[in-house]
């Protein structure tokens, strides 16, 4: 760079000084491997990375996975049917996440994922307090409803969000990584629940879930970092460049595909429980062993995916956990065969534990981070709705038939349609 100091005004000179300093700079840390001009090595990521995984493992793993384990005996001890019982999760769902999901997105887009993933823990725990304590529909459902509002502000949205800002070349480790929890606290809310319930009755082992989501999640949430400079919150889309990308074709591809196969992995994952111990008639700690094998196999699907889609193209990684869970499915028709059951936890684990990662990762790929918020409150408040309703739905034929068949072949249609949604999906960056 060269320096004209004799023609140039005081201002002009302090200007090339300044552009010198800071070419030296970029020099720096271009030679120096260990520069912390990537984000991804920075102790206070690890530390975010590290704070995902914490609420995730107590407001998806242990609020939302770990409270089909409990619809039993609800059923056996209030008389509720399955219908009533899966509809706590279907109409919280409804009202709570149209409502705040778009809110919500926004919100962290003005303000930062911190404060709102704080928030969502307070309320995720309060809920299981109190439905540890219902014997009403009534009391069920609102408490329910903050459940969801939990799930909603401290769930995948902001930590999604957060992660996404913090990695760039591997935000897939981080995501799955921090998916973990989720597989973690699947798998060990069925075990813990089950020794809880043996002492001191299901609805104390609800309140003691709550209490430890308290404790564990809340104080990791209030010490998170929001990433320390970000080009995109510090110069936020246009409104109008938001929403060209809301009516993109990709935009709708993506939102349908994810809304199809969530579905899918909802409307088994909360039924399973009650088909095992129900209709199947195993024991409380045969059903644990199920249940836990498919949130621990999710763990490897969560590392696996997250391996595969910083090498590989996101869109092939979609659909591989897309048909993953399309497959597993069929198994549950040999419901009796223990053989057919391990092969489902363990392919039906895998899908799960891609299924709710590989959408950010998408959708950061295709429209980039600058609103990513507001995306994912659209696209994760269309898949809660798929989330409620496909449980409930899948109930309620259970009811009116008398069997699971029908309700499971729903699943596999919807399944299907997710494969094909995602299978239209561009490979690469789209503009708005």
């Not at 921090?178 to 009755?201: D, E, K, M, T």
């Not at 209030?222 to 970000?230: D, G, I, N, R, V």
């Not at 990308?245 to 429980?273: D, E, H, R, W």
């Not at 998408?362 to 408040?381: D, H, K, S, W, Y």
Request: a positive charge; glycine letters at 12%.
């Amino acid at each position: 760079m060269r320096l004209t100091f004799g023609t140039g005004t005081g201002q002009e000179v302090s200007e090339q000084i300044r552009a010198l300093e800071s070419d030296k700079k970029n020099l720096v840390d271009s030679r120096n491997p260990n520069s912390l001009q990537e984000p991804e090595t920075n102790r206070e990521s690890l530390q975010v990375t590290a704070t995902a995984f914490l609420v995730l493992f107590c407001v998806v793993g242990v609020a939302l996975w770990g409270l089909p384990f409990y619809y039993d005996f609800m059923v056996q001890q209030f008389g509720w049917t399955r219908a009533q019982v899966t509809s706590g999760n279907a109409l919280s769902k409804l009202v709570v996440g149209p409502i705040f999901g778009f809110i919500a997105g926004w919100m962290i887009d003005r303000f930062g994922p911190r404060r709102l993933m704080a928030a969502g823990v307070l309320m995720a725990g309060i809920a299981l307090l109190g439905l540890g304590t219902v014997s009403t529909l009534g009391m069920f459902y609102f408490f329910y409803m903050l459940n969801a509002l939990g799930y909603v502000c401290g769930g995948p949205l902001p930590n999604q969000v957060l992660l996404s800002r913090w990695f760039e070349k591997s935000r897939g480790k981080a995501m799955g990584f921090a998916y973990l929890g989720i597989g973690l606290g699947g798998a060990a809310v069925p075990w813990i629940s089950h020794a809880l319930i043996q002492h001191f009755g299901w609805q104390a082992a609800l309140r003691t879930l709550g209490l430890l989501i308290l404790l564990i999640a809340l104080p990791a949430a209030l010490l998170a970092k929001e990433p320390p400079h970000s080009n995109e919150r510090a110069a936020p889309a246009r409104f109008a460049e938001a929403r060209g990308a809301f009516t993109t074709i990709p935009f709708f591809l993506l939102t349908l595909g994810s809304m199809f196969s969530i579905a899918a992995v909802s409307g088994a994952q909360q039924n399973l429980k009650l088909f095992l111990s129900l209709d199947l008639h195993f024991a409380q700690s045969q059903a644990a062993r199920i249940l836990s094998l498919v949130l621990g196999f999710s763990i490897v699907g969560r590392l696996l995916m997250g391996w595969l889609a910083d090498r590989f193209p996101k869109k092939y990684v979609m659909l591989l956990i897309y048909m993953l869970v399309a497959a597993a499915l069929p198994l549950l028709f040999a419901g009796r065969s223990p053989a057919a059951l391990y092969t489902f936890a363990a392919v039906f684990g895998i899908g799960l534990g891609g299924d709710y990662m590989i959408v950010p990762l998408m959708t950061a790929e295709i429209f980039g981070v600058q609103f990513l918020g507001r995306l994912l409150g659209v696209i994760l408040t269309a898949g809660s709705v798929a989330e409620a309703v496909s449980p409930w739905l899948v109930g309620r034929l259970r009811d009116t038939t008398g069997s699971y068949s029908a309700g499971f072949l729903a699943l596999i249609g919807m399944a299907l349609l997710g494969v094909a949604a995602a299978a239209m999906l561009p490979k690469g960056r789209q503009s708005a």
